[in-house]
């Protein structure tokens, strides 16, 4: 199976900050890597397809980058309504995987 | 608008089986393979396997393989997911989520996703 480990696990910061997750595929996926969002209580939502696709109606201030093993998504100014898990995903290889997650909230 | 429904949260004992419908509307139900992905408490997201609604083919994780069917009817534009054999470690909310695009054969990212089911094994 291909690991997908995301870093770091949580973050903290302030409104209007940027913020950036890593994520690492244990292996080459090309771009065929995914963000989504997640707050509590609800399901996740679609961001970044293709590792920098922007989905339809997703800000334009959420980002993705990278291709093969090194994948990067940044928030370029953090809203308050950003507070939220953020999941990598590949679909290179079965079984479809998921990173760890990252934990965004505001200091 | 395109949306997924889940049908309710159930109770069941341990070596039960329970059975989680996922109800399609707003698109051509066998146009995009459906997934289901589960989320134990705290903790982060497992796929457990896809069905493609056109054919009925279904490509289940290899954790999952001998206890999860995934089934669908298309006349109703439901997909169902049957755990069996439930332990206190299949607690967790299972999601349905439907492919981005047609032609991906179920390699793809999970654009619509139904509003999930708890289901929780417990004595």
């Known amino acids: 199976d291909i690991q997908m480990t995301q870093s770091p696990s949580s973050l903290s910061t302030s409104v209007g900050d940027r913020v950036t997750i890593t994520c690492q595929a244990s292996?080459?996926?090309?771009?065929?890597l995914n963000w989504y969002q997640q707050k509590p209580g609800k399901a996740p939502k679609l961001l970044i397809y293709?590792?920098?696709n922007l989905e339809t109606g997703v800000p334009s201030r959420f980002r993705g980058i990278g291709s093969g093993t090194n994948f990067t998504f940044t928030i370029s100014s953090l809203q308050p309504e950003d507070i939220a898990t953020y999941y990598c995903?590949?679909?290179?290889?079965?079984?479809?995987?998921f990173g760890p997650g990252t934990k965004v909230d505001i200091k | 608008q395109v949306q997924l429904v889940q049908s309710g949260a159930e109770v069941k004992k341990p070596g039960a089986s329970v059975k989680v419908s996922c109800k399609a509307s707003g698109y051509t139900f066998s146009d995009y393979h459906l997934h289901w992905v589960r989320q134990a408490p705290g903790q982060g997201l497992e796929w457990m396997g896809w069905i493609n609604p056109k054919s009925g083919g279904t490509n289940y994780a290899q954790k999952f393989q001998g206890r999860v069917t995934m089934t669908r009817d298309t006349s109703i534009s439901t997909a169902y997911m049957e755990l069996r054999r439930l332990r206190s470690d299949d607690t967790a909310v299972y999601y349905c989520?439907?492919?981005?695009?047609?032609?991906?054969?179920?390699?793809?990212?999970?654009?619509?996703w139904g509003q999930g089911t708890t289901v929780i094994v417990a004595s």
């Open positions: 995903q590949q679909f290179d290889t079965l079984p479809l995987t």
């Open positions: 293709d590792a920098s």
């Open positions: 989520a439907r492919a981005l695009y047609r032609s991906r054969g179920g390699f793809d990212a999970f654009e619509i």
């Open positions: 292996q080459d996926i090309s771009n065929y």
